[in-house]
């Protein structure tokens, strides 16, 4: 009987290893990229740089100086504003003020960019 009874916790010890890593695998995939349409802004202007605006090269320059002016990236979509996690991607400056699709993952109000793609100018 003792046998039997320690070949059976052994088994489910087993399937619960083999549970247990499974969940961790899983939650090690990241989730896939999703991708949105809009424009690169700032914190201070949002979605109009006003006066300062109005043209690809105004709203560059503006955005570019309201970020070093102590703003941040945004990333405006229609009426809404989403944060960037990470300040310091160099596609953020480069496309600053431009119509882009950008790729990443998305957590509440913020976006985690992977990848930004310029867009033909209308």
């Not at 990229?33 to 560059?60: F, L, P, R, V």
């Not at 945004?74 to 699709?101: N, S, T, W």
């Amino acid at each position: 009987m003792t046998l039997r009874i320690a070949r059976v916790l052994s088994v489910f010890v087993a399937l619960s290893v083999v549970a247990v890593s499974a969940l961790g695998a899983q939650e090690k995939t990241p989730p896939a990229d999703q991708k949105w349409t809009g424009n690169i802004s700032d914190s201070m202007c949002g979605k109009s740089h006003g006066a300062n605006g109005g043209t690809m090269a105004k709203d560059h320059d503006c955005t570019l100086k309201c970020v070093k002016g102590g703003g941040a990236y945004v990333f405006v979509v229609g009426d809404k504003i989403y944060k960037l996690a990470d300040q310091k991607m160099p596609d953020l400056e480069r496309h600053a003020g431009h119509r882009v699709e950008i790729a990443g993952a998305i957590k509440g109000d913020t976006i985690t960019v992977t990848k930004v793609t310029m867009l033909p100018v209308k």
